[in-house]
């Protein structure tokens, strides 16, 4: 009972920080908003984080996990290993768009925040790579693809979309996402994968 009700503190505490990031951004965020927003004492609030940064990370591993749940279910489906991918590339914008509007950050900032999220990043990466060699197979087991590489195509595919989303992010010093700058990703993202499928479809 009384993990179940920390649980819910946690749960209420993440969902009032993101909603706190996701208007102010990190820097502008502060413990006793977040306290004050769930009608909790900093010192309650403390009890549970060690300070906001650790909040943020928190935020962003919820909305990866989110991410992946998704992912998994889209997977598990009837549908079409191209449609898969298609789909892996839609909710991979949503994802992005999420996580830079929580922050709001200066590259500067960006830089200072990220050694506390490198192990998620890392993690997720991992994820990501086993979600995109797994609807790559099933392109193989189904005779829609034809790819005799599964872990250099997987590769290729997440790195080639890494590097559109940090040489559009990377111009203009800043990291949180403007509707042109979203446009701009979602776009070149969208004709990469087009022209993938096209190379490995059958």
Not at 57 to 82: C, D, G, H, L, T
Not at 97 to 125: A, D, H, M, N, W
Not at 148 to 171: C, E, G, P, W, Y
Not at 177 to 183: A, D, G, N, P, V
Request: hydrophobic share 40%; aromatic share 10%.
């Amino acid at each position: 009972m009384e993990k179940e009700h920390s649980q819910i503190i946690l749960n209420k505490i993440l969902v009032a920080a993101q909603k706190r990031f996701g208007h102010y951004g990190l820097s502008k965020t502060t413990m006793n908003d977040i306290a004050d927003d769930i009608g909790m004492s900093k010192a309650s609030l403390y009890y549970y984080f060690k300070d906001k940064e650790h909040i943020y990370s928190a935020v962003v591993e919820k909305e990866q996990n989110y991410f992946v749940q998704e992912m998994r279910k889209i997977i598990q489906s009837p549908n079409k290993a191209e449609w898969m991918l298609v789909e892996y590339v839609r909710l991979r914008l949503e994802l992005l768009k999420e996580l830079l509007s929580l922050g709001k950050f200066s590259q500067g900032s960006y830089q200072e925040v990220r050694p506390l999220i490198q192990s998620l990043l890392t993690e997720f990466r991992k994820k990501e790579t086993a979600m995109v060699s797994a609807i790559l197979k099933l392109g193989v087991a189904k005779k829609e693809f034809n790819v005799t590489n599964i872990n250099k195509h997987s590769a290729f595919f997440l790195d080639t979309l890494r590097a559109i989303r940090q040489m559009i992010l990377s111009d203009g010093g800043t990291m949180d996402i403007s509707k042109e700058r979203y446009l701009a990703i979602s776009q070149q993202s969208k004709m990469f994968t087009e022209i993938f499928i096209k190379g490995v479809s059958l």
